[in-house]
């Protein structure tokens, strides 16, 4: 299994929004990054979605996703 698809794992069994957000907190993502991973995470929106949401295609999405879960490994 892949790292990403590990860090992807835990933050799913992350249940408390405040767990998720102390986890945001301690990291150095973007805004943007970090509304993506709520989105995703807390909303459970596809990425389709969010791109529309916020401006960016679906492929910039799932590759900013990808770059953020590579980011978050250390941490969690």
Known sequence: ????????KKLK????VTA???LLAQCTL???DKEI????Y??????SFIGDT??????TI???HRKALKKLSNLI
């Open 1 to 8: 299994m892949t790292e990403h698809i590990k860090t992807r």
């Open 13 to 16: 069994n992350i249940t408390l």
């Open 20 to 22: 998720f957000e102390d």
């Open 30 to 32: 973007s805004d943007t």
């Open 37 to 40: 991973l709520r989105m995703h």
């Open 42 to 47: 807390l909303q459970e929106k596809e990425f």
């Open 54 to 59: 916020l401006g960016f295609s679906e492929a």
């Open 62 to 64: 799932k590759q900013r």
